[in-house]
């Protein structure tokens, strides 16, 4: 964990470097920061570091939740001390926020923030984004939890053709993941994007994020069609699966688009983005800034980025449910992306498919598949689990929201935008156009708590409060 800090005082230095070109009073914020991050390093690696560890898994389920939840503290630091002068409680949610690529924000008046604090926001996004990666290829498997274990089945194709460790799985992750960002910082200034605005918005649409540095988030760009077009690229690239682009780059040419999960999110966005831009064509909005439009907010929500080009909330009443059921889908497994991932619709598809199938030929055997594999009882229960939880999960955070007296629509989308990663909700104060602010401090805390149940799968953070957990 202490090195895990290290790094994020590392990029912490960024911004306060920034701020003192700038000669910005922020720096002394970022710097204070820094020093309390690096002397809380030294303290638990002086303590610690001649320990003779040998992590097994129900430590492992412990260091990955702690690990999310102190960086989130730390880069908290910043917003606390720095201009903004926000409250524990908004910091702390502004961080969690970023650091899990959710997107919700507390803050208004972003367009007059330092270039520091802009640039600080985007970068625990995009650092949010590589650590999803990685702890969803390398880390949650090994748990028996998240989504790629449906594709540790190829056990051949995934240990041998890819890549031999975990280590170079990882680097190969990180050098792809940089090398979308920094193609999209150079495609977003092309595109008439200032500097910092093009770094900022590049870290924050591969990492699916959705931070932006207006208070109109990508509407400030609603008449730049190019911009709205490229970022919707950047986040459906970021929402594919990487461990796809390293067997691409490998030489396997047709990996992606052979893969039924891409298919089925690829078909999901064609499908749901040609009726709502018909829907917005019927309301006499011109073709082409209606496709624009409703393809860029569609992919947004769907890759659970949270960039709003417009309020969609007032494009009538099929836009509205629309666009709440996409809040729940989410991208690819093994991307950046949140929600419940496409592949489990597709699983949950094909065991309903073969249920239908056995009422009527009862005596008939039925095997289920997935990408030519067959499904196994082991990933079929993970499935199942991870689903019933998530929806309870969502429940149980709107009722208790609605307990602190937050209005039904934005007790429930708070819920559902919060574990499922996307950002805005809807209704008037946490929709496109509003913010996380009005709500009670006891409220942000627990949406504090959905997000990071979110970003990690759940059963992770879950299993720490069972009894049988601890007696082991």
């Known amino acids: 964990?202490?090195?895990?800090?290290?790094?994020?005082?590392?990029?912490?230095?960024?911004?306060?470097?920034?701020?003192?070109?700038?000669?910005?009073?922020?720096?002394?914020?970022?710097?204070?920061?820094?020093?309390?991050?690096?002397?809380?390093?030294?303290?638990?690696?002086?303590?610690?570091?001649?320990t003779p560890l040998e992590l097994k898994t129900r430590q492992m389920f412990v260091l990955t939740t702690l690990s999310w939840v102190s960086i989130s503290g730390f880069a908290s630091l910043p917003l606390v001390l720095g201009a903004p002068q926000l409250s524990f409680t908004n910091a702390v949610f502004e961080s969690v926020s970023a650091i899990t690529t959710t997107g919700s924000t507390v803050l208004s008046g972003i367009d007059q923030l330092s270039d520091g604090l802009k640039l600080w926001r985007g970068i625990m996004q995009w650092l949010g984004g590589i650590g999803i990666i990685v702890m969803?290829?390398?880390?949650?498997?090994?748990?028996?939890?998240?989504?790629?274990?449906?594709?540790?089945?190829?056990?051949?194709?995934?240990?041998d053709k890819v890549m031999p460790r975990t280590g170079g799985i990882a680097k190969a992750t990180l050098g792809i993941y940089c090398g979308f960002t920094f193609t999209a910082m150079f495609a977003y200034w092309l595109g008439g994007m200032a500097p910092l605005d093009a770094v900022v918005h590049a870290m924050t649409s591969v990492a699916t994020g959705g931070f932006a540095n207006s208070d109109a988030s990508f509407g400030a760009y609603a008449d730049s069609p190019r911009i709205l077009w490229l970022a919707s690229l950047f986040m459906l690239c970021g929402a594919l699966p990487f461990v796809l682009y390293i067997r691409v780059l490998r030489g396997t040419r047709m990996a992606m688009w052979r893969d039924q999960q891409v298919q089925g999110l690829l078909l999901l966005l064609a499908v749901v983005i040609l009726v709502l831009t018909a829907w917005r064509i019927w309301q006499d909005t011109p073709p082409f800034e209606a496709l624009t439009h409703v393809a860029f907010n569609v992919i947004s929500v769907v890759t659970t980025t949270g960039y709003a080009s417009d309020d969609y909330s007032t494009w009538g009443s099929l836009a509205f449910v629309a666009f709440f059921y996409l809040t729940f889908v989410g991208g690819c497994s093994g991307s950046t992306s949140g929600g419940m991932k496409i592949f489990r619709f597709q699983v949950a598809a094909t065991l309903l498919r073969n249920q239908l199938r056995f009422l009527i030929h009862t005596s008939g055997i039925f095997t289920s598949r997935y990408?030519?594999?067959?499904?196994?009882?082991?990933?079929?229960?993970?499935?199942?689990?991870?689903?019933?939880?998530?929806?309870?999960?969502i429940a149980g955070l709107a009722l208790a929201l609605a307990l602190m007296g937050v209005d039904f629509i934005t007790a429930l989308s708070g819920a559902a935008t919060a574990v499922a990663n996307v950002g805005p909700g809807l209704g008037d104060t946490i929709g496109p156009a509003g913010n996380f602010f009005a709500l009670p401090d006891a409220a942000k805390w627990l949406l504090c708590i959905g997000m990071l149940m979110g970003r990690l799968e759940i059963l992770t953070?879950?299993?720490?409060?069972t009894p049988m957990f601890w007696r082991q």
């Open 1 to 50: 964990m202490s090195v895990l800090w290290l790094i994020l005082a590392i990029f912490m230095a960024i911004p306060w470097l920034v701020l003192i070109i700038e000669n910005e009073p922020d720096a002394m914020a970022f710097g204070l920061s820094i020093l309390i991050v690096l002397s809380t390093v030294a303290l638990i690696w002086l303590l610690t570091h001649q």
């Open 136 to 159: 969803g290829i390398a880390i949650l498997p090994f748990l028996k939890v998240g989504g790629m274990r449906l594709f540790h089945t190829e056990s051949s194709d995934w240990s």
């Open 371 to 393: 990408n030519n594999q067959p499904l196994t009882e082991d990933i079929t229960r993970g499935v199942v689990a991870f689903s019933f939880f998530f929806f309870l999960t």
């Open 461 to 465: 953070v879950l299993i720490l409060m």
